[in-house]
Nanobody, 129 residues
């Protein structure tokens, strides 16, 4: 059974940094996009970043220049380095994998998780001002 397990969430003050990790079991990255979504309280699911199977990276405008996605194929882990965090980055962050991850999603992340790909359970990131 494919499992994605996120870690690295927590609480940080504005301007701080966190690194999220997502480790996949029973899964390889070779032919899949890996990415991150987030959902803030009262908001819909939002795509954050994707690293494609060819290694290209893509970011939502809201995080471009502050977040960096990377992956370690040896350890089947994808990372999201988050710098210059802002209170509006507060959300539950989900790792996802799919041959083609969607950049536009609507509704709750958990409903999207039922529709496509493999998703982790989510990790909370809280940024205080």
């Amino acid at each position: 059974e494919v499992q994605l397990v996120e870690s690295g969430g927590g609480s940080v003050q504005a301007g701080g940094s966190l690194r999220l990790s997502c480790t996949a079991s029973e899964f390889t990255f070779d032919d899949s996009d890996m990415g991150w979504y987030r959902q803030a309280p009262g908001n819909e699911c939002e795509w954050v970043s994707t690293i494609s199977s060819d290694g290209s990276t893509h970011y939502a405008d809201s995080v471009k220049g502050r977040f960096t996605i990377s992956q370690d194929n040896t350890n089947n882990t994808v990372y999201l380095q988050m710098n210059s965090l802002k209170p509006k980055d507060t959300a539950v962050y989900y790792c996802a994998a799919d041959p083609y991850l969607l950049w536009v999603v609507t509704g709750p992340c958990l409903l999207n998780a039922a529709d496509f790909g493999y998703w982790g359970q989510g990790t909370q990131v809280t940024v205080s001002s």
